[in-house]
């Protein structure tokens, strides 16, 4: 054969325009699916499988409008502020006009942090305002050699790296990791849903579906999870019965709060939290943590420490001032070893050193009290009724005392 | 690149315009080949390109010494030194450590203190399955049952095609370079037929990325597990195996046949199978099939010593698998396995006819379960997990109670394990891709399934191999 004969060729260019057809048809179907799940699924399910994604979609939609405030304080992190830190117990407490944000966001990393971090800053940049103040959380755990290796949380991020990518940044990543940058590429095509979120909601589907009436073995009459679930159930209606309106997972109403405890819905969130305060809970959490994160030894990633710093920066850049905080410790269940212990002060030591900021290290702060009643919902996260109050109210009294001015009188939560 | 990576296709896109469009002569589009195959190789360890093109150039430059000789004596030294290179290069890189480890605990064992290995080398992709590739190569050059090639790019192309060059099938040369030879037109029942089986590929590989939890849960548990878990366990990775590796040979008999070129099939419903015998006729033809002609029949075949023949096969078709004592065992007891069957049908020939369709089903089923025990074997990481597993599956354990969560996932991964049957069967033993206004509603399905459940980027089981 000396060159293609014309049919051959002929039958090239159907092959690929027919591959093209299928690649668009099954793309439609697959999107087809994805938002008939969106669309069958409560909100609140939803946002718990996406982890996030649209709450950080939303709070995209809002930035613009935040950029333009000078009295901006931004409160920067992971689900440890997402959960910890109330915009409003912030602002009552401080005895100074400002409009905080809470900007914490579950299942990220470092390295999505950079991004979002540099988005912010570009919108700042472009309305000509600085944040009157921002603080960056640092979540060691998140920083670690283990948890950039889960491929779960890897997923994750990538979800949401996909929803901050640019061209140019895609571009970047396609320089360091082609297979990276496709993945990515595909995440978009896919309507930043991963085959990972579609599967734990079927799973979840799946299993929420009683034992049918034929098979011989009953269930336990006590069922811990659905028990707890139940509660879940009830905070929600109570919710809605308390917001009356649409509340999305980034709300600019609440200025990123995400808020479940009402005078409709503080008795079930108390026995909730209780719920999940009991040993059978708390071990495999933590178990789950070290082996997913290596939360107590904590081997630093160079790669998740560095783009850490990048985002300090990036946030810095745009704000008048700007701390690196280290949320309050669950001291009953997260106690790093001296060993994890050092490599974390040597981490925040080097953060300094290359950002210039400065760190609020509240994670021994012992007015955070572990236990039943105590601020903590699980092993890591501060509860509503208790622990995100008294942070956003000891962030205010730092800040005040730096600015030199007093507190304001405190507002019951 | 892993052929369920967005990436894969990106590059299989742009080497499919280049390879049918912008190349005019065969020997651009050979080269094409070789150079597409040595980036896609490349994409996994840039280091391991050498060891590749190292061993294919040493086979050609044999093969051509060969062909030139009719001194009996060189030509049997030529061919040792290609058998003696390309298993020394398998040896050394993917059993060196092994070997080493193993006699260490031999040592201690008999109160012998040596020294601990602790070397590791770098495992190259597809090592084992391109080794052989090349290795049939001077074989059947040597056997004058093939012509060496004068030019190297033919060759090359062969061994390094990038479709078959990670996990199989093993192709040997004298299938694809004919091929490459005449380089026949693109016909659009290839097409037709590469499009159904990349999509059906997909599909089970999503499945077997759902069976890896229930089976990992089993052969990660350090506990005995109950019957209705370690049955569970073993059915997973019984589908998970096959799908996983049956899905990746069909994505590469697919993206081979939109190039024109048509690689052998590697599967033949093996869990259909009526007998041990008849399992090895319908599981990883290319290894069983390279091993029969390369190694058993070499050995005497049936002719002299057929058990023994038998058994040495099996055992180095296992170690083949892996650098590990449990998959010798795993080919030690599918050789006792075959020894078996062949002295029963040879006592009661009876036992090859099959009465009913009762009777082949309970064949079937027969032959199932002594399948099952050897995937035991074979993905334990020891042969003590292996007998936990076992033990679970055969002795119910005081107060096991049938839950219905865990009998629901038992039921998933049957019906998992019939759905990559059924549509393996669909795609290959119907009519099905000449039905247009069906094929492409069901590989647009099958593609739509891979792309909202399939996990990007999971590796395929025969890739450790």
């Known amino acids: 054969m000396t060159s293609p004969s014309p049919s051959s060729t002929r039958i090239a260019a159907r092959t690929l325009g027919v591959g093209i057809g299928l690649l668009l048809a099954a793309l439609g179907l697959a999107r087809g699916f994805i938002t008939y799940l969106e669309r069958s699924t409560p909100p609140e399910t939803w946002a718990q499988h996406s982890e996030g994604r649209d709450r950080l979609v939303g709070f995209l939609e809002a930035l613009p409008e935040i950029a333009q405030r000078k009295d901006a304080v931004l409160v920067f992190g992971s689900s440890l502020i997402q959960h910890g830190f109330s915009p409003e117990t912030f602002e009552q407490h401080l005895g100074l006009p400002v409009t905080a944000y809470n900007l914490g ?29 921002t603080l960056v959380e640092f979540t060691p755990f998140q920083a670690t050699v283990a948890r950039a290796r889960w491929q779960r949380f ?45 599967k734990s909601l079927v799973d979840e589907r799946i299993s929420d579906k009683p034992v049918p009436s034929w098979w011989p073995v009953r269930p336990p009459a006590f069922d811990e999870t659905k028990y707890r679930r139940a509660w879940v159930a009830s905070i929600h209606a109570g919710r809605a019965a308390a917001e009356r309106r649409n509340v999305p997972e980034w709300d600019p109403v609440r200025r990123g709060e995400v808020r479940w405890l009402f005078d409709e819905t503080r008795s079930e969130y108390d026995s909730w939290a209780r719920s999940r305060n009991t040993w059978l809970v708390l071990k495999p959490e933590l178990q789950w943590r070290v082996a997913s ?16 710093i990048e985002a300090v920066r990036a946030l810095a850049s745009v704000s008048r001032e700007t701390r690196v905080v280290l949320m309050p410790r669950n001291r009953a269940w997260n106690q790093p070893t001296p060993e994890g212990r050092a490599r974390l002060a040597a981490v925040l030591t080097r953060i300094t050193r290359e950002t210039d900021v400065r760190v609020l290290d509240l994670s021994d702060s012992p007015e955070f009290r572990p236990g039943e009643f ?40 | 690149m892993l052929f369920n990576t967005a990436l894969f296709w990106l590059f299989f896109a742009a080497f499919f315009v280049a390879f049918h469009f912008a190349t005019r002569t065969r020997v651009a589009r050979l080269w094409l080949v070789v150079g597409g195959s040595l980036l896609f190789y490349a994409a996994w360890d840039v280091r391991c390109v050498p060891l ?132 026949e037109p ?184 002594l399948v099952v025990v ?68 069901v590989v647009a399905a099958c593609m739509a399934v891979a792309m909202v459940l399939g996990m990007p980027g999971h590796n395929f089981i025969y890739f450790q191999f």
């Open chain 1, 105 to 133: 966001f579950p299942g990220v990393d470092p390295e999505v942090q950079a991004l979002l971090a540099r988005r912010i800053a570009n919108t700042f940049e472009k309305s000509g305002h600085r944040a009157r103040l």
């Open chain 1, 154 to 198: 890897r997923e994750l991020a990538s979800v949401k790296k996909a929803v901050l990518m640019d061209p140019l940044t895609l571009a970047r990543v396609a320089r360091r990791s082609p297979e990276e940058a496709s993945h990515l590429g595909a995440l978009r095509l896919l309507g930043n849903t991963s085959p990972l979120m579609v």
């Open chain 1, 293 to 308: 994160s290596d939360m107590l030894e904590l081997h630093f990633d160079e790669e998740q420490v560095r783009f850490f």
């Open chain 1, 374 to 413: 105590g601020d903590f919902i699980d092993v890591t996260h501060l509860n509503e009724s208790r622990g995100r109050p008294k942070l956003s109210r000891r962030l205010a009294e730092v800040m005040a005392e730096h600015w030199g001015i007093g507190v304001a009188r405190d507002v019951a939560p």
């Open chain 2, 52 to 183: 590749l093109l190292g061993t294919a150039l040493l086979d050609f430059w044999i093969a051509l010494r060969l062909s030139r000789s009719q001194d009996e004596r060189r030509r049997r030294v030529l061919l040792a030194l290609s058998i003696v290179a390309n298993l020394g290069v398998l040896g050394f890189f993917k059993y060196a450590r092994f070997f080493a480890d193993s006699a260490y605990g031999l040592l201690g064992a008999l109160g012998v203190t040596v020294p601990e290995p602790t070397f590791s080398l770098l495992l190259p992709a597809g090592i084992s399955f391109y080794t052989f590739q090349s290795m049939s190569y001077t074989i059947d050059v040597y056997r004058r049952e093939l012509p060496a090639r004068e030019r190297p790019e033919e060759f090359l192309a062969a061994v390094s095609f990038f479709p078959h060059l990670v996990a199989g099938p093993i192709i040997r040369a004298s299938v694809l370079l004919p091929q490459f030879e005449k380089m």
């Open chain 2, 186 to 369: 693109l016909r659009w029942e290839q097409v037709q037929r590469g499009y159904l089986l990349i999509a059906v590929g997909l599909l089970k590989k999503t499945v077997a990325d759902l069976l890896a939890g229930p089976a990992d849960a089993l052969f990660g548990a350090t506990n005995a597990p109950d019957v209705l878990a370690a049955w569970t366990g073993a059915l997973a990775f019984t589908g998970q195996i096959y799908a996983d590796f049956s899905g990746y040979t069909d994505i590469a008999i697919g993206v081979a046949l939109l190039l024109g070129f048509v690689l052998p099939p590697n599967f033949d419903l093996p869990y259909l199978a009526t007998s041990p015998i008849d399992f090895w006729r319908r599981w990883h033809l290319s290894l069983s099939t390279w091993l029969r002609d390369y190694l058993y029949i070499p050995l005497g075949g049936n002719q002299n010593h057929r058990y023994r023949n038998l058994l040495i096969t099996m055992l180095l078709g296992g170690l083949w698998h892996g650098a590990n004592w449990t998959f010798v065992l795993w080919g030690l007891y599918h050789g006792l396995l075959l020894v078996a069957a062949h002295v029963l049908v040879g006592r009661y020939p009876a036992l090859k006819e099959t009465a009913s369709t009762a009777g082949l089903w309970a064949k079937r089923l027969g032959t199932f379960y």
């Open chain 2, 374 to 441: 050897g995937w035991v074997l074979f993905r334990a990481e020891s042969l003590p997990a292996a007998l936990r597993v076992l033990e679970g599956m055969h002795v119910p354990a005081a107060g096991s109670a049938f839950a219905w969560p865990e009998v629901r996932t038992l039921l998933f991964v049957v019906a998992g394990l019939v759905l990559c049957h059924a549509v393996s069967a669909l795609a290959e033993k119907t009519r099905l891709r000449q039905r247009s206004f069906v094929l492409w509603p």
